[in-house]
Nanobody
């Protein structure tokens, strides 16, 4: 099983970025797909999730600015990030969850390596 996140980089405050996460070796449609992030010196935190039936849920800190989508034919999930703030700077991880609380990282079965997003002028 492999989850490959990509699309990170340097962006100015107020800018946008789209992350992608492609899944291989797993039946994509069986999993809720979550995004987490870890800022320097902080614990990893929940960002959002798109369920296997295409419902979404977001952390309050990103609600209204971030959106998650998935394309079954491409085995890919996307995280669209708008109105980025310096406090969004972190390594972003995608992960696959089959059961349990999708807001809890301990409920996830598989993790990607992460991609760095830096929001700075």
């Amino acid at each position: 099983v492999q989850l490959q996140a990509s699309g990170g980089g340097l962006v100015q405050p107020g800018g946008s970025l789209r992350l992608s996460c492609e899944a291989a070796g797993v039946t994509f449609s069986n999993y809720n797909m979550g995004w987490f992030r870890q800022a320097p010196g902080s614990e990893r935190e929940f960002v959002g999730v798109i369920t296997r039936i295409y419902n979404t849920d977001y952390a309050d800190s990103v609600k209204g600015r971030f959106s998650i989508s998935r394309v079954r034919a491409k085995n890919t999930v996307y995280l669209q990030m708008n109105s980025l703030k310096p406090e969004d700077t972190a390594v972003y991880y995608c992960a696959a969850n089959s059961k349990g609380d999708y807001r809890s990282e301990t409920s996830y079965d598989y993790w990607g390596r992460g991609t760095l997003v830096t929001v700075s002028s």
